[in-house]
């Protein structure tokens, strides 16, 4: 089943969500820990969230069944970091 906010979710969650997936179906392929460090880094400027504050959800992934929910996890703890 497709969720019906696909197309709210941002390209560079998408891109974070692949790259995660293909390294966990492809363990050891060269580079691409440094292409996953990298969009991590835009993924937690998109949301405007610290590296530490993502990890709450980037380190579980396994908790999302797609990047339409991590992207809600995200925006969550976006909410959560910036309120006063």
Known sequence: MIESNTQNVPKIAWEYWGIVT???????????????????????????ISAKNSRNVTDHLDKYKNAVQMHEALKEASHDTNKI
């Open 22 to 48: 293909f390294c966990m179906n492809n363990p050891g392929m060269y580079g691409m820990d440094e292409r996953r460090t990298d969009c991590h880094v835009r993924l937690c400027q998109y949301y405007k």
